[in-house]
């Protein structure tokens, strides 16, 4: 329970629906206590037990650390996804099985079938723009036959707010989280040298070597970046590659960020994949559409994927997923 009106009603409708429900707050950096407190609350309201898991050093090494560690590496992180992995769909779905819950649920807006041979299946959620089966993809089999998702068939936000508000619930018009939990503020950079990354200016330089300006550090930029450079040319210039190694940024003009292939690695599959399939498509980012592709499993849990046309922007530390329709088949990390 996040102390937000998913999660609510989420621990609302379970109740109803004649389970034995408590609730399991992640108290996972320092300044989160107004959400430990909401949650409470809202379990006071529903009548049901409340714990909270203290999961700030977890969090610390497994999330911020890696945050911090991958600008300094030139990448992009997907903080999301991994806190799904590691922490929500891992340390937390072990404490709630230690306080002897059979399933965990979530107000994660997706779906879980299981189909007549047992497996699993990892579905678009029905409210479309609220989906969020992108940051799911690492779930693994055993997994999906413990975590429920009741909010998944939900059509619009707005059901949730009203069933909320028909119950009681003081945080049926709670604004719903954005961008990252522990930056609340936006500042990445400022998050950044607080925690020590030191600004290193260097060049912009294109890709034939010719320097074109002076950049405030690579932890600044991200792949597909355009503004906030300040490089005066006669076109606009957008970051194509961060190189460490040489405290450079590469930029260039908006064809040279279009690329037909990518490499992902610690993949995980929920379904397997082979050869013979056709119709997969595939997201590099979050809001990014899916567009069809072709997938080739390579050793060492790494996969090629190869687009039917070029696309702009891939960045090196996101995540592509692989999807066939609305069901996720699988996905990693792009090399």
Not at 48 to 69: L, N, P, Q, W
Not at 99 to 115: F, M
Not at 198 to 218: K, Q
């Amino acid at each position: 329970m996040s102390g937000g009106v998913d999660s609510s009603v989420t621990a609302a409708l379970l109740k109803a629906a004649g389970h034995n429900v408590f609730g399991i707050t992640m108290r996972l950096w320092d300044g989160a206590s107004a959400t430990v407190e909401d949650a409470r609350r809202v379990a006071a309201h529903l009548g049901i037990e409340h714990h909270v898991a203290a999961f700030e050093g977890c969090f610390e090494k497994e999330i911020m650390d890696y945050f911090t560690s991958e600008y300094l590496t030139g990448r992009t992180p997907n903080p999301c996804a991994r806190c799904n992995n590691l922490i929500k769909f891992g340390a937390l779905l072990d404490k709630a099985k230690e306080l002897g819950a059979d399933l965990l649920a979530t107000g994660h807006y997706a779906r879980i079938t299981v189909g007549e041979d047992g497996r699993g299946h990892l579905l678009k959620a029905v409210n479309l723009p609220k989906d969020q089966s992108y940051f799911l993809f690492s779930l693994r089999q055993e997994q999906l036959h413990e975590i429920l998702f009741p909010l998944g068939n939900m059509s619009d936000k707005s059901e949730v707010r009203r069933i909320a508000a028909e119950l009681g619930i003081s945080v049926a018009q709670k604004s719903d989280s954005q961008d990252i939990c522990f930056i609340p503020d936006g500042d990445y950079t400022g998050f950044l040298e607080r925690r020590g990354i030191e600004a290193v200016p260097g060049d912009f330089i294109l890709e034939d070597g010719s320097v074109v300006g002076r950049h405030r550090g690579i932890h600044c930029y991200t792949v597909g970046q355009r503004r906030g450079m300040g490089i005066a040319w006669s076109e606009p210039l957008y970051v194509v590659k961060i190189d460490q190694t040489t405290n450079s940024v590469i930029v260039g003009l908006e064809p040279e960020l279009y690329r037909g292939s990518l490499t992902i690695n610690r993949c995980n599959w929920i379904q397997p994949v082979t050869a013979a399939m056709v119709d997969l498509e595939c997201k590099i980012r979050y809001r990014h559409r899916q567009v069809p592709c072709a997938v080739k499993i390579l050793p060492d849990s790494q996969a090629e994927i190869s687009f039917s046309a070029p696309e702009k922007g891939i960045t090196p530390g996101q995540v592509a997923v692989i999807y066939r329709g609305d069901e996720v088949i699988g996905g990693g990390w792009i090399e």
